[in-house]
């Protein structure tokens, strides 16, 4: 390919600038001792293939660097003490209060330190953020099914720093001790004194006696600035090497198999990209910082356990578990042997960690039924795996009408409602709204998959009537390239399973269940067009 | 040619100000008669004034009020209740911000503008303070607005956030029913709406707040309505459910447009 040109009489490149000289020198110097080169140059030729969607991760680690940097300013000035103090500061309608220096110093970094309420709502912002491109992320992985082997354990640790990030987020919404944070951690201690027998010890170890306490602020400040951050910047640095050591996944294409990689190195343009992301991302959130007002915990006043105001909420990665309590029936709680069982609660603390263990073992769950032992690093069409996208998009709708139930008050005074009839509404949502998402969504991806299948042994209508010379009138379909065609022929054809009997010749219960939950995925499939049919078609 | 006659004609007859100089004569005069006449009455037999305020109210309740609450006052039963007791300032509340006379029968009286001149209120609300003694308008000296803030901000969370939110941006209550936004809300009908307690909300009499402190609570709520937040666009005050809103749609929305422009560069 490349044709090397003669020797040029005069070399003039040859002799190094001194710049280059002393570039030069220093990368020997570090590779002599570090040895760094071998990690540059396996790191530098990492592959990312280029889709939009493929950089939501990357938002989410963006929007955590901007957390650790806002955060860390933030320690310098926040007192995690309950102490009772008298607040002198600037803000007028607080002044002379009592309340704990927790609070006092979350109002001076407000009002009284420089920058202080800008890093507040960036810090903030920044977290909402945070755990919102989480989700889309883990949307993104779950219905292009880039979980399937060898990601199942990426996922497992994607869905622990959820976890951890939402855990981050709570507690440090508890922090500054103001009545909408008091208000929130008094939900946390009912649900704990909710679970029985053991529940209110739990509360009382938690709060260091009777709620509130005067200890809860201080451990929640240790919890949040060291141990989650902690196990939170260990697991991400294994998701980042996993996700470096199993390749990112590609949609199918011309010239990208199962077996290759197609995109840029990381060295240089992926690395230059990515770090002008990052000034986009950190940038975006300084711009909502400086414009918006969150959490102003100055209306909220300073936590006392009689006041609550209309319209408590939690931040929106916890609103699915508040709307789940909103949700319960009244009446659900009974005395039985002399103690008070709060199945209000219960149920709650039940079926919620239901949910989040059926999503952090979903690539297991669906490996068995499946029986598939292949890799895959093909990200998949949403459409190309009917049932998987069906589940998730009951899966979205639960968590949605859950989420929407934490705001059912602001729902029912923005659009004139009854908060009953939104209650009543939503519980019967969260039954039946997943059932219709998941009939209309199967049908509308295999509907979809028709008309696919239907393009690439057709072509597309052109909208151009001929008239023959016998006098017929067709519609002339435009045939589609090799290239366009490929996005719609190239996925994998799955069939249900087979029950077969194991090695002692026996037919157990497992392999019964198994074969019913393939039936039940693959039940309703598309083919994919053959080469064959398509030579047919053009003959 | 037909707009140059118009215009003649129009001059010939009189000057296009005319009419308008005429209708300000008269209203001023009448006016004037009115207030000369009304101010040398009251200045001269306050009793009879009273009189005839009460007289004029009571023709005014019986136009505009008697078809619910019934010729006397006293109620129409399953329609409206009986106003023996209510006060000056119930009626002086209901009627300025428009929730009496009501639209409609529903969950609650939505405020409307107001169907009466102040004077017609006035005469109202003197009619039903004569029925039966209730609260009567504020004195104007708990409503400047000079109270003590932080007391009132204290009062304002106990005592009225639970319902009106913390801001004052208003909240849900049971079957349809609401506690409407505070701001922008003149003090005297907050001060009203604490003695006589409308619709849903509880009576705050003085001896469970005290004239001074719903004095302290209007400073808090006047503070409110003039400091705009120290953070910035205040998205309705509704806590973390605007800014959950806010960061989906417009954060991350933004954000995904960005992604979206990098890819399709490259492409």
């Given at each position: 390919?490349?044709?090397?040109?003669?020797?040029?009489?005069?070399?003039?490149?040859?002799?190094?600038?001194?710049?280059?000289?002393?570039?030069?020198?220093?990368?020997?110097?570090?590779?002599?001792?570090?040895?760094?080169?071998?990690?540059?140059?396996?790191?530098?030729?990492?592959?990312?293939?280029?889709?939009?969607?493929?950089?939501?991760?990357?938002?989410?680690?963006?929007?955590?660097?901007?957390?650790?940097?806002?955060?860390?300013?933030?320690?310098?000035?926040?007192?995690?003490?309950?102490?009772?103090?008298?607040?002198?500061?600037?803000?007028?309608?607080?002044?002379?209060?009592?309340?704990?220096?927790?609070?006092?110093?979350?109002?001076?970094?407000?009002?009284?330190?420089?920058?202080?309420?800008?890093?507040?709502?960036?810090?903030?912002?920044?977290?909402?953020?945070?755990?919102?491109?989480?989700?889309?992320?883990?949307?993104?992985?779950?219905?292009?099914?880039?979980?399937?082997?060898?990601?199942?354990?990426?996922?497992?640790?994607?869905?622990?720093?959820?976890?951890?990030?939402?855990?981050?987020?709570?507690?440090?919404?508890?922090?500054?001790?103001?009545?909408l944070?008091?208000n929130g951690?008094?939900i946390?201690?009912?649900?704990?004194?909710?679970?029985?027998?053991?529940?209110?010890?739990?509360?009382?170890?938690?709060?260091?006696?009777?709620?509130?306490?005067?200890?809860?602020?201080?451990?929640?400040?240790?919890?949040?600035?060291?141990?989650?951050?902690?196990?939170?910047?260990?697991?991400?640095?294994?998701?980042?090497?996993?996700?470096?050591?199993?390749?990112?996944?590609?949609?199918?294409?011309?010239?990208?198999?199962?077996?290759?990689?197609?995109?840029?190195?990381?060295?240089?343009?992926?690395?230059?990209?990515?770090?002008?992301?990052?000034?986009?991302?950190?940038?975006?959130?300084?711009?909502?910082?400086?414009?918006?007002?969150?959490?102003?915990?100055?209306?909220?006043?300073?936590?006392?356990?009689?006041?609550?105001s209309?319209g408590t909420q939690p931040d929106w990665?916890i609103g699915?578990?508040d709307g789940?309590?909103r949700?319960?029936?009244?009446?659900?709680?009974?005395?039985?042997?002399?103690?008070?069982?709060?199945?209000?609660?219960?149920?709650?603390?039940?079926?919620?960690?239901?949910?989040?263990?059926?999503?952090?073992?979903?690539?297991?769950?669906?490996?068995?039924?499946?029986?598939?032992?292949?890799?895959?690093?093909?990200?998949?069409?949403?459409?190309?795996?009917?049932?998987?996208?069906?589940?998730?998009?009951?899966?979205?709708?639960?968590?949605?009408?859950?989420?929407?139930?934490a705001s059912s008050d602001l729902?029912?005074?923005?659009?004139?409602?009854?908060?009953?009839?939104?209650?009543?509404?939503?519980?019967?949502?969260?039954?039946?709204?997943?059932?219709?998402?998941?009939?209309?969504?199967?049908?509308?991806?295999?509907?979809?998959?028709?008309?696919?299948?239907?393009?690439?042994?057709?072509?597309?209508?052109?909208?151009?009537?001929?008239?023959?010379?016998?006098?017929?009138?067709?519609?002339?379909?435009?045939?589609?390239?090799?290239?366009?065609?490929?996005?719609?022929?190239?996925?994998?054809?799955?069939?249900?399973?087979?029950?077969?009997?194991?090695?002692?010749?026996?037919?157990?219960?497992?392999?019964?269940?198994?074969?019913?939950?393939?039936?039940?995925?693959?039940?309703?499939?598309?083919?994919?067009?053959?080469?064959?049919?398509?030579?047919?078609?053009?003959? | 040619?037909?707009?140059?006659?118009?215009?003649?004609?129009?001059?010939?007859?009189?000057?296009?100000?005319?009419?308008?100089?005429?209708?300000?004569?008269?209203?001023?005069?009448?006016?004037?008669?009115?207030?000369?006449?009304?101010?040398?009455?009251?200045?001269?037999?306050?009793?009879?004034?009273?009189?005839?305020?009460?007289?004029?109210?009571?023709?005014?309740?019986?136009?505009?009020?008697?078809?619910?609450?019934?010729?006397?006052?006293?109620?129409?039963?399953?329609?409206?209740?009986?106003?023996?007791?209510?006060?000056?300032?119930?009626?002086?509340?209901?009627?300025?911000?428009?929730?009496?006379?009501?639209?409609?029968?529903?969950?609650?009286?939505?405020?409307?503008?107001?169907?009466?001149?102040?004077?017609?209120?006035?005469?109202?609300?003197?009619?039903?303070?004569?029925?039966?003694?209730?609260?009567?308008?504020?004195?104007?000296?708990?409503?400047?607005?000079?109270?003590?803030?932080?007391?009132?901000?204290?009062?304002?969370?106990?005592?009225?956030?639970?319902?009106?939110?913390?801001?004052?941006?208003?909240?849900?209550?049971?079957?349809?029913?609401?506690?409407?936004?505070?701001?922008?809300?003149?003090?005297?009908?907050?001060?009203?709406?604490?003695?006589?307690?409308?619709?849903?909300?509880?009576?705050?009499?003085?001896?469970?707040?005290?004239?001074?402190?719903?004095?302290?609570?209007?400073?808090?709520?006047?503070?409110?309505?003039?400091?705009?937040?120290?953070?910035?666009?205040?998205?309705?005050?509704l806590g973390p459910v605007s800014e959950g809103?806010?960061?989906?749609?417009?954060?991350?929305?933004?954000?995904?447009?960005?992604?979206?422009?990098?890819?399709?560069?490259?492409?």
């Amino acid at each position: 390919m490349t044709v090397s040109a003669p020797p040029a009489p005069s070399a003039p490149a040859v002799a190094p600038s001194r710049g280059s000289r002393f570039t030069g020198a220093a990368a020997n110097y570090i590779d002599e001792r570090t040895s760094i080169s071998g990690l540059v140059k396996e790191l530098g030729r990492k592959i990312f293939p280029d889709h939009w969607s493929f950089m939501l991760g990357e938002v989410a680690l963006y929007s955590f660097v901007v957390i650790l940097l806002s955060g860390t300013f933030l320690t310098f000035f926040f007192q995690p003490s309950m102490t009772e103090v008298v607040y002198n500061g600037s803000y007028v309608p607080l002044k002379g209060m009592q309340m704990s220096a927790a609070y006092s110093s979350t109002l001076n970094i407000s009002f009284d330190i420089r920058g202080g309420l800008l890093f507040r709502q960036i810090h903030h912002w920044a977290a909402l953020l945070f755990i919102a491109a989480i989700g889309l992320h883990m949307l993104r992985v779950y219905f292009t099914g880039a979980f399937r082997k060898p990601r199942e354990i990426n996922w497992v640790i994607g869905f622990v720093l959820f976890i951890l990030a939402m855990a981050e987020g709570f507690t440090g919404y508890s922090l500054p001790d103001d009545l909408l944070s008091g208000n929130g951690l008094r939900i946390i201690d009912g649900l704990i004194k909710g679970i029985p027998v053991i529940g209110t010890w739990i509360s009382y170890l938690l709060f260091g006696g009777e709620f509130p306490g005067t200890k809860v602020v201080a451990m929640f400040f240790s919890i949040h600035i060291l141990l989650l951050p902690a196990i939170l910047v260990a697991a991400l640095g294994a998701h980042l090497l996993l996700m470096v050591i199993n390749k990112h996944t590609q949609f199918a294409g011309p010239g990208r198999t199962n077996d290759n990689v197609v995109g840029v190195p990381i060295l240089p343009i992926f690395a230059a990209k990515a770090g002008g992301f990052f000034f986009v991302v950190f940038g975006v959130i300084v711009l909502i910082a400086s414009l918006f007002t969150i959490n102003p915990i100055w209306t909220y006043g300073p936590y006392d356990p009689s006041p609550v105001s209309a319209g408590t909420q939690p931040d929106w990665y916890i609103g699915f578990a508040d709307g789940a309590l909103r949700l319960i029936p009244p009446g659900w709680e009974f005395v039985w042997l002399n103690h008070t069982w709060s199945f209000n609660i219960i149920v709650v603390i039940l079926v919620l960690p239901i949910f989040l263990a059926a999503v952090a073992f979903y690539p297991f769950i669906e490996g068995w039924i499946t029986g598939d032992k292949r890799e895959h690093h093909i990200a998949q069409r949403p459409r190309n795996a009917p049932a998987r996208t069906a589940i998730g998009a009951a899966g979205v709708t639960f968590y949605a009408v859950l989420w929407a139930a934490a705001s059912s008050d602001l729902i029912a005074t923005h659009f004139h409602v009854s908060i009953e009839g939104v209650i009543h509404v939503l519980q019967a949502l969260v039954f039946l709204g997943p059932i219709i998402a998941y009939i209309v969504t199967k049908r509308v991806c295999i509907g979809l998959q028709k008309k696919d299948r239907e393009i690439a042994l057709h072509g597309f209508e052109s909208g151009r009537i001929v008239r023959l010379p016998g006098g017929e009138y067709v519609e002339v379909h435009e045939q589609l390239s090799d290239y366009e065609r490929w996005r719609l022929v190239s996925f994998d054809e799955y069939e249900p399973l087979m029950i077969r009997p194991n090695a002692q010749g026996r037919i157990t219960t497992a392999q019964r269940t198994r074969a019913a939950l393939s039936r039940w995925f693959f039940e309703d499939r598309i083919m994919p067009v053959t080469k064959t049919e398509i030579e047919q078609q053009h003959h | 040619m037909a707009k140059n006659t118009l215009s003649t004609a129009r001059r010939g007859r009189r000057h296009p100000l005319a009419t308008i100089a005429l209708i300000v004569i008269g209203l001023v005069s009448t006016g004037g008669a009115y207030a000369l006449f009304s101010s040398t009455a009251s200045a001269n037999t306050p009793a009879s004034t009273t009189t005839a305020t009460v007289d004029q109210g009571k023709k005014l309740f019986a136009a505009n009020c008697a078809t619910c609450h019934g010729v006397n006052a006293g109620g129409v039963a399953g329609v409206g209740p009986s106003l023996y007791g209510v006060g000056a300032a119930s009626v002086d509340f209901q009627v300025s911000t428009g929730r009496m006379p009501l639209a409609n029968q529903g969950v609650q009286a939505e405020q409307k503008p107001a169907q009466f001149t102040k004077d017609q209120i006035s005469a109202l609300a003197t009619y039903v303070a004569s029925l039966s003694p209730g609260p009567g308008i504020p004195d104007a000296k708990y409503l400047k607005g000079n109270g003590n803030l932080a007391n009132g901000a204290e009062l304002f969370r106990i005592n009225c956030a639970m319902c009106h939110n913390v801001a004052g941006a208003g909240g849900a209550l049971t079957q349809g029913k609401f506690a409407p936004t505070l701001s922008g809300v003149l003090p005297v009908h907050v001060y009203e709406a604490m003695v006589s307690g409308p619709q849903n909300m509880p009576v705050f009499n003085d001896k469970n707040l005290t004239p001074a402190q719903k004095a302290d609570v209007i400073t808090y709520l006047k503070y409110l309505d003039q400091n705009p937040s120290p953070g910035g666009i205040d998205l309705g005050n509704l806590g973390p459910v605007s800014e959950g809103l806010f960061i989906w749609i417009f954060g991350l929305g933004a954000i995904v447009g960005v992604t979206i422009w990098i890819a399709a560069k490259a492409n």
